[in-house]
Each structure stands twice: as C-alpha cells, then as structure tokens.
C-alpha cells in the first residue's frame, strides 16, 4: 500500500496538506506543479489498496483520473473548493467538497481536524484572499495583531510563489516549499526556524508587486478593470497576487489580470468584486482553458485575438450583475 499527496501548489494546498501531515504522518509520494498545474491526477498511477489523497483541484477538471483511481481499487480523499460538477457515489470516495465563495481547501480540512493546526487553516486562507474567513479562523487562538499581520504575510508569500508558466519560474519548487514547511506545526515556528526560505519570498514579492504597479490599466471603467503584464518572469508570478491587491483596494470593481505568453496569448486571472463575490467561475468556463471558484477563477489560454472580446464579455458581464 502507497500514500499519495496530490496537491495544488499555492498557500490553500500547502497549508491543507501540512495540516493533514501533522495529524498524521505519513511517508508519501508528493505529486504537484504550478498552481495552474490542476490536471494532477493524470500523473497519478495506481494500484488496489492505495490511499489517495487529493486537495484543492477541481473534482470536474480531474473527473477521469478520480474514477480509474477509484476503478483502480484507490481509496480517495478529496478536499476541494471548487467547481466539481457531479461528484462520483463511491464506496472508496471520501469527498469535502464546499464551492461556497467564503471557504477554501485549508478551512475544509480545519474543520475536518476540528482546528488541531487552525493557524496553518489561517495562512491558507489568507493566501486565497479569504481575509474575513481567515481573521473567523483565527479567533480561538487569541494571537496578537502582529502575529496575525506575519501570518497573513507568509499566506500571501505562499500563494505568490505557486504562480507561473512552469517551475522554473518560481523561487522554489512546490513540492520542495512543502517539505521546507512540513517539519512545523505551527506557521510561525516554520517563520522562526527558517529565515532565509521566508525573507527569499519576502523579497522576491515585494519587487514583483512593485514592478506590477507601475504598469497603467489596459481598460477600466466602475464596474471592472484590466491589466496586461508582460511576457517575463517577475509577471507570471506576480499575477495572482498582483489580482488580489486589486480586489483588496477597489472591492466594488471586478479585475482581470493578463499576462502575456511567448506564443502571444494571455494567461488570465479574474477575481470578482470582494463586496459581490459571484461569477468568476461561470465567466472562465465561457472559455475551453477557463475554470476556478466564485470568487477567484482563471483561463490558461486566452487567443491574442480573443483580447478585445475578451474585454468587452467581462466589461458586459460584471456591468450588468
């Protein structure tokens, strides 16, 4: 019999991941990638009696994995957010799944541990921009403001590094970052005893952020606002955290963030409206490469001739919402 993590690779996986890890250690086989590496369990091979663990990708996006995983003789656990579709009635299946728009994987799992490593849910849960949720979390452990304000910092550091075209666009591996953080249960021990991984993302988030704010809006208007990045590192992962300091600052307004790939299309991250946190999801799965949760939703591949109705069909969607 094997264990096997498969995870996505920003702060909700992580965090859900370290969670069920400290409750009970295991060694397993760690499968993950870029956060927008979701088709993780096509790299998933099986046999009977396996326990396959699966958290924060979409049930719908990994449908035919999920059953010959299950055909295969797996027992699955899996933990998610978002948009899942039908789930699978299987004797072998443990499924958490919430797609409501103020839940994520880390605040599942949380709540499936009964807050045995709550301030790791809380990270996570600032990392997926859920800072009303995260703060809910973190009322019972009674932290002070400045332990909280370094614990909504490492849950942005965390998200931050997940973004990317491939690895070698990140400052550290997912799966590495994982075993840096796996060790510690709580958030800020792991911050205490490993100095040098959080100042590296520390750094690297605060030149990016600034680099991305220099840039002008490619389109804005009351109801939504489009920015393009270019087509180099420091954009790609910057992008998702880059979409969430939009929403943070001009909660009433959606944002989309485009960033440009070497074949001239765009990578798209989109987050509604923080005070209307509707829509994301429905909007991308207009497009083959789109998908996500309510609040916060993408598309991998977005035509460089798509731009211009791109703009408009956000523009006309969240205009008249």
Same mark, same amino acid.
């Given at each position: 019999?094997?264990?096997?993590?498969?995870?996505? &690779? %920003?702060?909700?996986?992580?965090? #859900? /991941?370290?969670?069920?890890?400290?409750? +009970?250690?295991?060694?397993?086989? @760690?499968?993950?990638?870029?956060?927008?590496?979701?088709?993780?369990?096509?790299?998933?091979?099986?046999?009977?009696?396996?326990?396959?663990?699966?958290?924060?990708?979409?049930?719908?996006?990994?449908?035919?994995?999920?059953?010959?995983?299950?055909?295969?003789?797996?027992?699955?656990?899996?933990?998610?957010?978002?948009?899942?579709?039908?789930?699978?009635?299987?004797?072998?299946?443990?499924?958490?799944?919430?797609?409501?728009?103020?839940?994520?994987?880390?605040?599942?799992?949380?709540?499936?541990?009964?807050?045995?490593?709550?301030?790791?849910?809380?990270?996570?849960?600032? &990392? %997926?921009?859920?800072?009303?949720? #995260? /703060?809910?979390?973190?009322?019972?452990? +009674?932290?002070?403001?400045?332990? @909280?304000?370094?614990?909504?910092?490492?849950?942005?550091?965390?998200?931050?590094?997940?973004?990317?075209?491939?690895?070698?666009?990140?400052?550290?591996?997912?799966?590495?970052?994982?075993?840096?953080?796996?060790?510690?249960?709580?958030?800020?021990?792991?911050?205490?005893?490993?100095?040098?991984?959080?100042?590296?993302?520390?750094?690297?988030?605060?030149?990016?952020?600034?680099?991305?704010?220099?840039?002008?809006?490619?389109?804005?208007?009351?109801?939504?606002?489009?920015?393009?990045?270019?087509?180099?590192?420091?954009?790609?992962?910057?992008?998702?955290?880059?979409?969430?300091?939009?929403?943070?600052?001009?909660?009433?307004?959606?944002?989309?963030?485009?960033?440009?790939?070497?074949?001239?299309?765009?990578?798209?991250?989109?987050?509604?409206?923080?005070?209307?946190?509707?829509?994301?999801?429905?909007?991308?799965?207009?497009?083959?490469?789109?998908?996500?949760?309510?609040?916060?939703?993408?598309?991998?591949?977005?035509?460089?001739?798509?731009?211009?109705?791109?703009?408009?069909?956000?523009?006309?969607?969240?205009?008249?919402?």
């Amino acid at each position: 019999m094997a264990y096997i993590d498969v995870f996505n &690779g %920003d702060a909700d996986g992580l965090c #859900a /991941l370290v969670q069920l890890r400290n409750a +009970n250690p295991v060694a397993s086989r @760690l499968v993950t990638g870029v956060k927008r590496d979701i088709n993780l369990l096509d790299r998933v091979t099986v046999e009977s009696g396996d326990q396959l663990t699966v958290l924060d990708v979409s049930l719908d996006k990994n449908r035919a994995g999920l059953e010959s995983a299950l055909a295969a003789g797996a027992a699955v656990t899996y933990v998610d957010h978002h948009f899942a579709g039908d789930i699978p009635e299987h004797a072998n299946l443990s499924a958490h799944i919430n797609t409501a728009s103020d839940v994520c994987t880390s605040l599942l799992v949380n709540g499936i541990l009964k807050g045995e490593f709550a301030e790791w849910a809380v990270v996570g849960a600032f &990392g %997926d921009n859920l800072r009303n949720s #995260a /703060l809910a979390a973190a009322k019972p452990l +009674n932290l002070s403001s400045a332990e @909280l304000e370094r614990l909504e910092s490492l849950g942005i550091y965390l998200n931050y590094n997940g973004y990317g075209a491939s690895i070698a666009d990140l400052h550290f591996d997912p799966e590495a970052l994982y075993l840096s953080i796996a060790p510690f249960a709580s958030p800020r021990e792991f911050m205490l005893e490993a100095k040098e991984t959080f100042s590296q993302l520390e750094e690297g988030y605060k030149n990016d952020m600034r680099a991305a704010g220099e840039l002008p809006a490619a389109h804005s208007d009351k109801a939504t606002a489009v920015f393009i990045l270019p087509d180099e590192r420091w954009a790609r992962r910057v992008s998702g955290v880059y979409s969430n300091d939009l929403a943070n600052d001009s909660p009433d307004r959606a944002h989309a963030v485009l960033t440009e790939k070497q074949d001239g299309n765009y990578l798209v991250s989109i987050r509604a409206p923080l005070n209307n946190k509707r829509g994301a999801d429905e909007f991308c799965r207009q497009f083959p490469t789109g998908g996500g949760r309510a609040a916060a939703a993408g598309i991998n591949d977005l035509p460089l001739t798509s731009l211009d109705s791109f703009i408009d069909s956000f523009q006309q969607f969240y205009g008249n919402m």
